[in-house]
């Protein structure tokens, strides 16, 4: 399942960013889905859930993830396809020693269709 990647964004993972992350996400679903723009429409409804989704996924990140350590950078990819959306967050914080290779991006909150999906990548 392979769509267009419409939007990259990247900025310091501390919670002062997560609005700007949050309004590029909101507008980004106005953009490809212009019914979002009427508050009482399906694809309102869904991109609200969506901003709702992403913005914990990013509190995590910026909160729990760089707990007791240098924060990195927090980079959002927002793809679309003919019927779907899929937004992908990633870290670029080094992998806590033991926890994988520290090459390798620390945590990764992928949200798709229904569902928001939260993994360590431990590669």
């Not at 396809?81 to 926890?99: K, P």
């Not at 090459?103 to 990764?108: A, E, M, Q, V």
Request: hydrophobic share 40%; net charge positive.
């Amino acid at each position: 399942m392979k769509g267009c990647i419409i939007v990259r964004l990247e900025v310091p993972g501390v919670i002062q960013y997560r609005d700007i992350m949050l309004r590029t996400l909101s507008a980004t679903c106005k953009l490809i889905a212009p019914g979002a723009r009427a508050r009482s429409s399906r694809a309102s409804l869904f991109a609200a859930h969506l901003v709702s989704a992403v913005g914990e996924a990013y509190n995590n990140i910026a909160l729990h993830g760089y707990a007791g350590r240098e924060p990195g950078m927090i980079r959002m990819e927002i793809e679309q396809g003919s019927d779907w959306i899929r937004v992908v967050l990633a870290d670029t914080v080094q992998v806590r020693s033991g926890w994988g290779s520290p090459s390798r991006p620390g945590c990764t909150a992928r949200i798709g269709p229904g569902c928001v999906h939260h993994a360590v990548v431990r590669r």
